[in-house]
């Protein structure tokens, strides 16, 4: 069973804007902070924002002021509002439950590419 399918990928030019979304399944979302991770070639996965079901956001230096993360907890969605891109943001990523004790198998992910 699919629990985490993220979307929104692409090829995006440095200072362009792109708006990534994941939907999680019941189990995973529910009363949980959701967060986003990405991974970029040779390199590990990193935390880049995380939300609680109350709506607090925190995000990694990199990308605060840039990204903006946000939920629908009707929905189960989780989103990344990425502006002003730099190519250093070039990985794939991913969401899960920000907690490993709630998260769920990692799903496929979602490109980023940021041409200079």
């Known amino acids: 069973q699919v629990q985490l399918v993220e979307s929104g990928g692409g090829l995006v030019q440095a200072g362009g804007s792109l708006t990534l979304s994941c939907a999680a399944s019941?189990?995973?979302?529910?009363?949980?902070?959701m967060a986003w991770y990405r991974q970029a070639p040779g390199k590990q996965r990193e935390l880049v924002a995380s939300?609680?079901?109350?709506?607090?956001?925190n995000y990694a230096d990199s990308v605060k002021g840039r990204f903006t993360i946000s939920r629908d907890n009707a929905k189960n969605m989780v989103f990344l509002q990425m502006n002003s891109v730099i190519p250093e943001d070039t990985a794939v990523y991913y969401c899960?439950?920000?907690?490993?004790?709630?998260?769920?198998?990692w799903g496929q992910g979602t490109q980023v590419t940021v041409s200079s």
């Open positions: 019941g189990s995973i979302f529910s009363r949980n902070a």
């Open positions: 939300i609680t079901s109350g709506g607090n956001t």
């Open positions: 899960n439950a920000l907690s490993s004790r709630f998260a769920a198998d």
